[in-house]
């Protein structure tokens, strides 16, 4: 069945420098593919998507890339600041009849100043 | 934002007792979704809905049932609740339509069973 694997957390940085967050997927057909984040205490808040293969989806400096030939979407940033601080989700959304939408385990954020 | 409502926000509850949690949303998506956030598990589907009266397990299904009466309402129910299911309840939505896609989560419910 479809699945999402991320990178293994936390991952810890100091402020301005670059992050990868991985992220893989399994999936039968073309799935949407997002990424959340979510603040202590706070719910998930969409942070990008893409829909289709090399779309490349960018909001609040981080990007992430549909790469149909690697199944993955990671995420980067250039410049991390302390805010950033936060879980973040990689999920697939099926395009089949049933529209599953499956999530990765997580990868925490640390940044320092 | 995405208009998407939990209800209620906070449940403590007593084992035994059932408990049903309500989500409701006003942008007429077809998909509906409950997972669960525990510790170390991330998020897990509990059950999901691809339209009214249409609803299928999730990873994490026993000890719960689902109710989908109409576009706007899903509701979760847990039929006798255990302290195994004390957790961050959280309800999302999704629609596909055309090339574009788009899913939106509620703010969760935290249910605590003692």
């Known amino acids: 069945g479809d699945s999402v694997t991320q990178m293994e957390g936390p991952v810890t940085l100091s402020e301005e420098a670059f992050l990868t967050i991985n992220c893989t997927y399994t999936?039968?057909?073309?799935?949407?593919l997002f990424w959340y984040v979510q603040y202590p205490g706070e719910g998930l808040q969409l942070l990008l998507k893409?829909?289709?293969?090399?779309d490349k989806g960018s909001n609040k400096g981080f990007e992430a890339t549909y790469r149909k030939e690697t199944t993955s979407f990671h995420l980067e940033k250039g410049s991390v600041q302390v805010s950033d601080s936060a879980v973040y989700f990689c999920?697939?959304?099926?395009?089949?009849?049933?529209?599953?939408?499956?999530f990765g385990q997580g990868t925490t954020l640390q940044v320092k100043p | 934002d995405a208009g998407i409502t939990q209800s209620p926000r906070h449940k403590v509850t007593e084992t035994g007792t059932p408990v049903t949690l309500r989500c409701h949303q006003t942008?007429?998506?077809?998909?509906m979704y409950w997972y669960r956030q525990d510790p170390g598990h991330g998020l897990r589907l509990i059950h999901y809905?691809?339209?009214?009266?249409?609803?299928d397990k999730g990873e994490v299904s026993d000890g719960y049932s689902v109710s989908r009466s109409k576009t706007e309402d899903f509701l979760l129910t847990l039929e006798s609740a255990t302290s195994s299911q004390t957790s961050v309840y959280f309800c999302?939505?999704?629609?596909?339509?055309?090339?574009?896609?788009?899913?939106?989560f509620g703010q969760g419910t935290r249910l605590t069973v003692v």
């Open positions: 999302a939505i999704s629609e596909l339509s055309g090339v574009d896609t788009e899913a939106f």
């Open positions: 809905s691809y339209g009214v009266k249409d609803t």
């Open positions: 999936a039968t057909g073309y799935p949407s």
């Open positions: 942008e007429n998506h077809r998909y």
């Open positions: 999920a697939i959304l099926s395009r089949s009849n049933t529209g599953k939408l499956i």
């Open positions: 893409a829909t289709k293969a090399d």
